[in-house]
C-alpha cells in the first residue's frame, strides 16, 4: 500500500518570503501522480499543483513549484512571495497512474501554513 | 462550470441517530468519491463509484455506513447508526476518468 508522509504539522512565513513544504511517500509502482491541495477554512480542497512521476522536469503554477526526487521519494512544495491569502492547511497526495485500478488520492497528515506580516 | 455540490454545511446529531449527506457532482463526471477527514488527519477514501458501480469500498464501514449513486449522478451517504467517533468532515469529490478529482465544501457532522 501506499503512505504519504508530512513531517511537518505547522509552518510559518512571512508575507512575500518564500516557504517549503515537505512531503515523502512510499510506494512500489513507477506510474503515478503526486499532488499538493489546499484546503482553507471553507474545508473545499483546492488543487495546487500536479506531477507526473514519468517527467523529469519539475511542475510550476504561478508562486507555486515542486522539487520532485523520483529515487529519493520526495515530493515538497516551494511558495515563492507568500501572501495573505496562503494561509491554509496543505495536504500531499498520492494516486496511481494504472488504469483498471481505483484512481483514490491517499493524503498524508497536512503542514497548516501560518503567514506573518 | 458548477462544482461538486454537497449538503448540508453542518450537522449535530445525538449518537445512534441517523444521518445522510447528499452530493452533486460536476455535470459529466463518471467517478465519485466520498472522503471522510477527521480533526488533525487528511482526508480517507471511504467508497469510490464510476457510474453507479462501486469500484472501491473497502474502507466503508458496512455495518453502519452505506451510500448509493443512483442512475450515475447525484449520491448520497448514510450513517446510521452514528457513533461518536464518526464525528468528521465528509468530503464529496468527482473527476473524468484518470484525470484530478475536484472537491466540494463538505459536511462538518459533529456527534454528540
Known amino acids: 500500500a501506499q503512505t504519504v508522509t508530512q513531517s511537518q504539522p505547522e509552518m510559518s512565513v512571512q508575507e512575500a518570503e518564500t516557504v517549503t513544504l515537505s512531503c515523502t511517500y512510499d510506494?512500489?509502482?513507477?506510474?503515478?501522480?503526486l499532488f499538493w491541495y489546499k484546503q482553507p477554512p471553507s474545508r473545499q480542497m483546492i488543487l495546487v499543483i500536479r506531477?507526473?512521476?514519468?517527467?523529469?522536469q519539475n511542475a510550476t503554477e504561478n508562486r507555486f513549484s515542486v522539487n520532485f526526487q523520483k529515487a529519493a521519494k520526495s515530493f515538497s512544495l516551494k511558495i515563492s512571495d507568500s501572501q495573505l491569502g496562503d494561509a491554509a492547511m496543505y495536504f500531499c497526495?498520492?494516486?496511481?497512474?494504472?488504469?483498471?485500478?481505483?484512481?483514490?488520492?491517499?493524503f498524508g497528515t497536512g503542514t497548516r501554513l501560518q503567514v506573518t506580516l | 462550470e458548477a462544482g461538486v455540490a454537497q449538503s448540508p454545511r453542518y450537522k449535530i446529531i445525538e449518537k445512534r441517530q441517523s444521518v445522510a449527506f447528499w452530493c452533486n457532482p460536476i455535470?459529466?463526471?463518471?467517478?465519485l468519491y466520498w472522503y471522510q477527514q477527521i480533526l488533525g488527519q487528511g482526508p480517507k477514501l471511504l467508497i469510490q463509484?464510476?457510474?453507479?458501480?462501486?469500484?472501491?469500498d473497502s474502507q466503508l464501514p458496512k455495518d453502519r455506513f452505506s451510500a448509493e449513486r443512483l442512475k450515475g449522478v447525484d449520491s448520497t451517504l448514510k450513517i446510521q447508526p452514528a457513533k461518536l467517533e464518526d464525528s468528521a468532515v465528509y468530503l464529496c469529490?468527482?473527476?473524468?476518468?484518470?484525470?484530478?478529482?475536484?472537491f466540494g465544501q463538505g459536511t462538518r457532522l459533529t456527534v454528540v
Open positions: 469529490a468527482s473527476s473524468l476518468e484518470g484525470r484530478e478529482a475536484f
Open positions: 510506494t512500489s509502482e513507477s506510474d503515478y501522480y
Open positions: 506531477q507526473e512521476a514519468y517527467k523529469q
Open positions: 497526495a498520492y494516486r496511481s497512474g494504472y488504469t483498471g485500478t481505483a484512481s483514490k488520492l491517499t
Open positions: 455535470s459529466g463526471h463518471a467517478t
Open positions: 463509484f464510476q457510474n453507479n458501480g462501486v469500484v472501491d
